[in-house]
């Protein structure tokens, strides 16, 4: 099963790539059906259509985003998610959630 649509999230994903894809050691690969983003082997987030999960936020940072970005209902395998998922449709989505990206990337490998 695919939670990902690649048609739909193609623009975002672009955008999205070419700023996280040039952070030191991030990768990014198809797994369980969603576009996820690795700093090594560590998960930083993954995409599914017209969302994004951020692996590594704090309490304190998932209560400011949520301040900032709406949480959509995501379930996988017929079961809701239990990490937020942040909507992700328009480029002022992504430019409110890279800043909270780049912290989960910084959790991954304890780099300032």
Same mark, same amino acid.
């Given at each position: 099963?695919?939670?990902?649509?690649?048609?739909?999230?193609?623009?975002?994903?672009?955008?999205?790539?070419?700023?996280?894809?040039?952070?030191?050691?991030?990768?990014?690969?198809?797994?369980?059906?969603?576009?996820?983003?690795?700093?090594?082997?560590?998960?930083?987030?993954?995409?599914?259509?017209?969302?994004?999960?951020?692996? &590594?936020?704090?309490?304190?940072?998932? @209560?400011? /985003?949520?301040? +900032?970005? *709406?949480?959509?209902?995501?379930?996988?395998?017929? $079961?809701?998610?239990?990490?937020?998922?942040?909507?992700? &449709?328009?480029?002022?989505?992504?430019? @409110?959630? /890279?800043?909270? +990206?780049? *912290?989960?990337?910084?959790?991954?490998?304890?780099? $300032?």
């Amino acid at each position: 099963m695919k939670y990902f649509d690649k048609e739909k999230m193609g623009q975002i994903r672009d955008e999205l790539e070419k700023e996280i894809l040039q952070w030191p050691g991030v990768s990014s690969r198809e797994m369980i059906g969603c576009l996820c983003y690795l700093h090594g082997k560590k998960m930083i987030a993954f995409l599914v259509t017209d969302g994004i999960v951020i692996s &590594k936020l704090s309490e304190q940072d998932q @209560t400011d /985003l949520s301040k +900032l970005s *709406k949480k959509v209902s995501f379930k996988m395998g017929g $079961k809701t998610i239990w990490k937020p998922v942040w909507e992700l &449709k328009t480029r002022d989505n992504l430019l @409110t959630i /890279l800043p909270f +990206l780049k *912290k989960s990337y910084q959790a991954t490998g304890r780099i $300032k």
